[in-house]
């Protein structure tokens, strides 16, 4: 489960979360499970977080900050990710239905090394700069 103090920090704006983010870079952001579905969470510095098994349906994360986050098993189905930095996250069976990954970085060993599991995952319209390990 998450932290609640780290979601009801999300839930006051980008802005705070992101000034929050900054004052304790030590923290390790826990949202396990956290349903954010709708939000606008475009800008965030969400890196190395855990989003894993979150409900992003919706959300807008576009020009986030998702390095090195775990988002395994996160529902993202329909979430705007455009242009957001995903170096290194962990998407592991997270759900990317009708996600717009347009401009998204994907690079790094994490996302890259799952993408051969789970075909179908990674738009032809997201940024894959290094190929896929087998």
Known sequence: MADDEHVAMLKKGV???NAWRGANA???PDLKE???SGADLSGSNLSEANLAGAKLQRASLSEANLGGTKLEGADLTGASLRKAHL?????WK???WKADLR????????????CRRQ???LSRRAVLREPCAS
């Open 103 to 114: 401009g998204a970085d994907l690079r790094g060993r994490s996302s890259a090394r799952r």
């Open 26 to 28: 030590d923290i390790r």
């Open 34 to 36: 956290a349903n954010l």
């Open 119 to 121: 075909p179908g995952v």
């Open 94 to 96: 997270a759900e990317l």
């Open 15 to 17: 802005a705070a979360w």
């Open 87 to 91: 170096n290194k996250a962990n998407l």
